[in-house]
């Protein structure tokens, strides 16, 4: 598949979303009017560089000929670790998920630096758990813990 197809591909596929997050940011309850505002910016901001990429596979032809999975074994192990992570999400709860996802994943893509690892991954979480469910009140699987 040509670059440009791919990328005109992609632009319409994130513009949908956009569109899509929009829209259902609207149906938020009245207690989560913040989370929808910021759903609402994402939306945008995707719609955005969506739109980009889009004019720039229409106006800048790149006869380049892409893989569309470079490394097969990388992409099967993500989808993979992904749905088991969804799975255990509802069994142990979000933030121990997560961080076994965040871990396990790194680990198997060969990332092996342990200190920057697990600093990276605990401020991550950390973050997450300020902005949204502190800040934004957005609620997340507890499961066991």
């Given at each position: 598949?040509?670059?440009?197809?791919t990328?005109?591909?992609?632009?319409?596929t994130?513009?949908?979303?956009?569109v899509g997050?929009y829209?259902?940011?609207?149906?938020?309850?009245e207690?989560?009017?913040s989370a929808?505002l910021?759903i609402?910016?994402?939306?945008v901001?995707?719609?955005?560089?969506s739109?980009f990429?889009?004019?720039?596979?229409i106006y800048?032809?790149d006869?380049?000929?892409?893989?569309w999975?470079?490394?097969?074994?990388y992409f099967?192990?993500?989808?993979?670790l992904?749905?088991i992570y969804?799975?255990?999400?509802?069994?142990?709860?979000f933030f121990?998920?997560?961080?076994?996802?965040?871990?396990?994943?790194?680990?198997i893509?060969?990332?092996?630096?342990?200190?920057s690892?697990?600093v990276?991954?605990?401020?991550?979480?950390?973050?997450i758990?300020?902005?949204?469910i502190?800040?934004l009140?957005?609620p997340v699987?507890?499961?066991l813990?």
């Amino acid at each position: 598949m040509k670059v440009s197809s791919t990328d005109i591909i992609s632009g319409i596929t994130g513009i949908c979303i956009a569109v899509g997050m929009y829209l259902y940011a609207g149906t938020f309850p009245e207690r989560a009017a913040s989370a929808a505002l910021y759903i609402r910016f994402l939306a945008v901001v995707l719609g955005a560089f969506s739109i980009f990429l889009l004019s720039k596979a229409i106006y800048l032809k790149d006869p380049k000929i892409i893989g569309w999975i470079e490394r097969p074994v990388y992409f099967y192990t993500t989808a993979g670790l992904l749905i088991i992570y969804i799975l255990l999400m509802t069994v142990v709860g979000f933030f121990v998920s997560s961080l076994l996802f965040m871990f396990v994943l790194s680990w198997i893509l060969g990332y092996r630096k342990v200190i920057s690892l697990s600093v990276g991954t605990v401020s991550l979480l950390s973050v997450i758990y300020f902005v949204f469910i502190r800040f934004l009140s957005v609620p997340v699987p507890t499961g066991l813990f």
